[in-house]
């Protein structure tokens, strides 16, 4: 499974990609905003991503997008972890994300986005 990282703080988006590789995951990139998530989302099958972009734009948008064009499983992260329930369906965990927070919640959207996936698709 590859994963797409959307998350504007470098530092953060390189603890998650060094996690999510340790893990067995691929990285199908990292974007900061809805432009670079919409290039790279070909290449994922699940995305991380924050739910405030410093562009202004929200998680929750950046999702619907992603999983509408492109059937990615989804995983939230947020710095404020009262926002947690009005996400939705798509786990979602707090900053600061411990490793084990990020391999469970990335877990998670892997197998709902199997579960979703043509059999063609599949990859290892």
Do not use: W
């Not at 470098?10 to 290039?39: K, Q, W, Y």
């Not at 099958?45 to 410093?54: P, Q, S």
């Not at 391999?103 to 998670?108: G, M, N, V």
């Amino acid at each position: 499974m590859r994963v797409l990282i959307v998350e504007d703080e470098p530092g953060i988006a390189l603890a998650i990609e060094d996690v999510a590789i340790t893990t067995g995951f691929d990285i199908a990139g990292i974007a900061t905003n809805l432009s670079e998530a919409l290039n790279l989302a070909p290449e994922a099958d699940i995305a991380i991503i924050d739910v405030r972009l410093g562009d202004g734009l929200t998680g929750p948008s950046i999702a619907r997008a992603l999983y509408a064009g492109f059937g990615l499983g989804v995983v939230y992260l947020t710095g404020n972890p009262d926002l947690i329930d009005q996400l939705g369906e798509h786990p979602a965990i707090s900053k600061p994300a411990s490793p084990e927070a990020i391999r469970r919640a990335l877990s998670l959207a892997a197998k709902s986005a199997r579960e979703r996936m043509p059999e063609d698709r599949h990859k290892p």
